[in-house]
């Protein structure tokens, strides 16, 4: 029990991390490579099924797009409101 918690653990990390990293790429304006073309890419293709199931709940803004804020949202709600107090008591 105690290695799936913490696998759960790692994952929110891990996808915290790739939303982090999408909406940093997404803001600055970097100039073309064959390597911040791959790791957009890559974003997308993990970051993107995530951010398109938020963006029905989010409304239209304009150029704004508020999807990425919504998964950071529920990947804290998981982590401190189930994975936390789960990990605490196994620790216990």
């Known amino acids: 029990m ?5 696998l759960g653990d790692g994952f929110v990390v891990v996808a915290y991390i790739l939303l982090l990293a999408y909406i940093v790429m997404s803001l600055l304006p970097l100039p073309y490579s064959r390597t ?3 790791i957009r890419n890559f974003l997308d293709q993990t ?6 199931f938020f963006r029905r709940f989010t409304p239209a803004l304009g150029p704004i797009d508020l999807s ?3 998964a950071l949202i529920a990947l804290w709600v998981i ?3 189930i994975l936390r107090p789960l990990l ?3 620790a216990a």
């Open 68 to 70: 990425p804020m919504l």
């Open 2 to 6: 105690d290695f799936i918690i913490r």
């Open 79 to 81: 982590w401190n409101i």
């Open 36 to 38: 911040t073309a791959a």
């Open 47 to 52: 970051v993107g099924p995530v951010l398109s």
């Open 88 to 90: 605490v008591s196994a």
